[in-house]
């Protein structure tokens, strides 16, 4: 039995075999061959391989995002048969006698830079397209994984970190917890761990081999460890820890059904933050009253080109119709500092979390905003959504968005599209700038929500990405506190509603305090939902600022 020590960023037990996930990366080397008719046929099965391997991903799609969001990996399977690509690969094996591995990947360079030049804008963006079959079919050459977790069974994923776009595309019901050996305690794996409700550790020099893939492990999120080939007695142990862990949850699931309401009669909303339709299984199994955040940008991170409207359309129409008239707030792309997708080109800054990123990218590319707002406004007409806006910091911004929701409005006005003409417009207070004018800003929106991740980075001049500051990032930082209590009294005085969608609305420590602030709602994990609820019913306010000297 080996024992790695990590940061826990969830707590819980897991027990299962460890999957070590790695990245792709293909390096392509040129070799002469000697038989060419063996090599074309090669090319063949590996080409038919990727056609296979589109056609099952076209079938998941559908099933998840329905036809017009699976339509891409139809796309590609045409792209993979194209006459002209299939002939240029065979004939540089034929007429160099080299590997099909090098005729592929010159192919793919040589029709990603012819497509990348051409004048068409719909052309243009096909070249990301033949950059992502020919690494598909470089990888069936190979024999490498998808990128993926291939398994047949739960796995305890270890990997050195993951990107937004790497969580994205993995089958959560293969995940029984994440361990990285880097990453911070607000990266977007903890996030995605706390979305599932599943224990997970960073900062765990535990070696990313053959060592230790496939090998029993135990990953305890109470005590940051992670027990790699554990013996009879921890494992007993930990297997009893599970057990109590389920007694606890059949506890929590006598508070469904049960309102949000203290014992002296103050309500709140508990909502569900959620990064896509894979997600809402969990809203709904843990009795969450709507969704205070969907994170639109992982439509973004989940795709090789800019969702047009119809694919945006269909998802948020799928959760819509899905919360049966719940709230959903939706927030708009919130692309830019460690959420980066190749096809924006965004340039490479400096300092890149106080950098081109999210209102700001909408705002200077109006095309891509008003888009993505037709969306969520058709959308609108099949439930109760609510559009949000990120990294907000002065009230002229807010002026110029509700110029462009107005110009989107009446473009679907003069074709005859239904949606909620009376929808509610609502900002987040992420900025020590948007705390300052707050007055000002509740004049102009429905609703404020506090992403107190970035609020806490920007306010304490910390980088919450950094791993080497953890011990300096300071979440109940007095100044926090005091922003929270300002925000919630701006929003109250102009009628506004205030809300928490930001980390620590889900701190247990601090939902007394919350409710004493005056907050109407609460956004967090899915599986945060009813151990908060079990507090709210169990506190008095009054007695609690009593005790306080509030």
């Given at each position: 039995?080996?024992?790695?020590?990590?940061?826990?960023?969830?707590?819980?037990?897991?027990?299962?075999?460890?999957?070590?996930?790695?990245?792709?990366?293909?390096?392509?080397?040129?070799?002469?061959?000697?038989?060419?008719?063996?090599?074309?046929?090669?090319?063949?099965?590996?080409k038919?391989?990727?056609?296979?391997?589109?056609?099952?991903?076209?079938?998941?799609?559908?099933?998840?995002?329905?036809?017009?969001?699976?339509e891409?990996?139809?796309?590609?399977?045409?792209?993979?048969?194209?006459?002209?690509?299939?002939?240029?690969?065979?004939?540089?094996?034929?007429?160099e006698?080299?590997?099909?591995?090098?005729?592929?990947?010159?192919?793919?360079?040589?029709?990603?830079?012819?497509?990348?030049?051409?004048?068409?804008?719909?052309?243009?963006?096909?070249?990301?397209?033949?950059?992502?079959?020919?690494?598909?079919?470089?990888?069936?050459?190979?024999?490498?994984?998808?990128?993926?977790?291939?398994?047949?069974?739960?796995?305890?994923?270890?990997?050195?970190?993951?990107?937004?776009?790497?969580?994205?595309?993995?089958?959560?019901?293969?995940?029984?917890s994440?361990?990285?050996v880097?990453?911070?305690?607000?990266?977007?794996?903890?996030?995605?761990?706390?979305?599932?409700s599943?224990?997970?550790?960073?900062?765990?020099?535990?070696?990313?081999?053959?060592e230790?893939?496939?090998?029993?492990?135990?990953?305890?999120?109470?005590?940051?460890?992670l027990?790699?080939?554990?013996?009879?007695?921890?494992?007993?142990?930990?297997?009893?820890?599970?057990?109590k862990e389920?007694?606890?949850?059949?506890?929590?699931?006598?508070?469904?059904?049960?309102?949000?309401?203290?014992?002296?009669?103050?309500?709140?909303?508990?909502?569900a933050?959620i990064?896509?339709?894979?997600?809402?299984?969990?809203?709904?199994?843990?009795?969450?009253?709507?969704?205070?955040?969907?994170?639109?940008?992982?439509?973004?991170?989940?795709?090789?080109?800019?969702?047009?409207?119809?694919?945006?359309?269909?998802?948020?129409?799928?959760?819509?119709?899905?919360?049966?008239?719940?709230?959903?707030?939706?927030?708009?792309?919130?692309?830019?500092?460690?959420?980066?997708?190749?096809?924006?080109?965004?340039?490479?800054?400096?300092?890149?979390?106080?950098?081109?990123?999210?209102?700001?990218?909408?705002?200077?590319?109006?095309?891509?905003?008003?888009?993505?707002?037709?969306?969520?406004?058709?959308?609108?007409?099949?439930?109760?959504?609510?559009?949000?806006?990120?990294?907000?910091?002065?009230?002229?911004?807010?002026?110029?968005?509700?110029?462009?929701?107005?110009?989107?409005?009446?473009?679907?006005?003069?074709?005859?599209?239904?949606?909620?003409?009376?929808?509610?417009?609502?900002i987040?207070i992420?900025?020590?700038?948007?705390?300052?004018?707050?007055?000002?800003?509740?004049?102009?929106?429905?609703?404020?929500?506090v992403?107190?991740?970035?609020?806490?980075?920007?306010?304490?001049?910390?980088?919450?990405?950094?791993?080497?500051l953890?011990?300096?990032?300071?979440?109940?930082?007095?100044?926090?506190?005091?922003?929270?209590?300002?925000?919630?009294?701006?929003?109250?005085?102009?009628?506004?509603?205030?809300?928490?969608?930001?980390?620590?609305?889900?701190?247990?420590?601090?939902?007394?305090?919350?409710l004493?602030?005056?907050?109407?709602?609460?956004?967090?994990?899915?599986?945060?939902?009813?151990?908060?609820r079990?507090?709210?019913?169990?506190?008095?306010v009054?007695?609690?600022?009593?005790?306080?000297?509030?």
């Amino acid at each position: 039995m080996v024992i790695y020590e990590g940061k826990a960023v969830f707590e819980g037990i897991a027990i299962g075999k460890i999957y070590v996930y790695t990245k792709q990366e293909q390096a392509v080397k040129r070799y002469k061959i000697d038989d060419v008719e063996e090599e074309k046929k090669r090319y063949g099965q590996a080409k038919e391989k990727t056609i296979e391997q589109l056609k099952a991903l076209y079938d998941k799609a559908v099933k998840e995002v329905g036809e017009h969001g699976a339509e891409i990996f139809m796309a590609h399977q045409l792209m993979v048969d194209d006459d002209d690509f299939v002939e240029s690969v065979e004939s540089i094996i034929e007429t160099e006698g080299v590997n099909a591995e090098y005729a592929v990947a010159t192919t793919g360079d040589n029709f990603f830079k012819m497509f990348s030049e051409m004048e068409e804008e719909y052309f243009r963006g096909r070249a990301a397209d033949i950059k992502d079959i020919t690494e598909r079919i470089l990888n069936a050459l190979s024999g490498a994984g998808q990128g993926g977790i291939v398994s047949d069974e739960p796995v305890i994923v270890v990997a050195d970190d993951l990107a937004p776009s790497e969580t994205v595309q993995m089958d959560k019901d293969k995940i029984l917890s994440f361990v990285t050996v880097h990453g911070s305690a607000n990266s977007h794996t903890s996030i995605l761990a706390k979305t599932m409700s599943i224990p997970a550790l960073i900062g765990c020099p535990v070696p990313l081999s053959d060592e230790v893939n496939g090998l029993m492990a135990v990953v305890d999120g109470y005590e940051g460890k992670l027990y790699v080939d554990p013996d009879t007695e921890v494992l007993a142990k930990k297997k009893e820890l599970l057990l109590k862990e389920e007694e606890k949850k059949n506890l929590l699931e006598r508070l469904k059904g049960k309102e949000n309401i203290t014992l002296d009669g103050q309500k709140i909303n508990l909502y569900a933050n959620i990064g896509n339709t894979k997600d809402l299984g969990l809203v709904l199994q843990n009795d969450a009253g709507g969704i205070g955040l969907f994170r639109s940008e992982f439509i973004y991170l989940g795709s090789d080109h800019y969702p047009t409207e119809e694919e945006q359309f269909v998802i948020y129409r799928q959760v819509a119709q899905t919360l049966a008239g719940k709230k959903v707030i939706i927030r708009t792309l919130d692309i830019g500092a460690d959420k980066q997708a190749d096809y924006f080109e965004l340039p490479k800054e400096e300092n890149p979390a106080m950098g081109l990123r999210a209102i700001r990218i909408c705002l200077t590319r109006p095309e891509v905003f008003k888009t993505q707002l037709r969306a969520i406004l058709r959308a609108s007409a099949f439930g109760n959504i609510s559009i949000m806006f990120p990294m907000i910091i002065s009230v002229e911004e807010v002026k110029k968005i509700k110029v462009i929701v107005e110009e989107v409005k009446k473009e679907l006005d003069d074709v005859g599209a239904e949606y909620d003409k009376n929808i509610e417009l609502g900002i987040m207070i992420e900025t020590p700038a948007a705390v300052m004018v707050a007055d000002e800003l509740a004049e102009e929106v429905d609703f404020f929500s506090v992403g107190t991740n970035d609020l806490t980075q920007y306010t304490l001049a910390i980088d919450r990405q950094n791993q080497s500051l953890d011990e300096f990032y300071d979440s109940h930082h007095p100044a926090i506190m005091r922003m929270l209590q300002m925000i919630a009294d701006a929003a109250h005085r102009h009628g506004a509603w205030a809300g928490i969608c930001g980390e620590l609305g889900a701190d247990l420590s601090l939902t007394k305090e919350f409710l004493a602030m005056g907050y109407d709602e609460l956004s967090v994990s899915p599986g945060r939902i009813l151990p908060i609820r079990k507090t709210v019913i169990e506190t008095n306010v009054s007695e609690y600022k009593k005790e306080t000297g509030r």
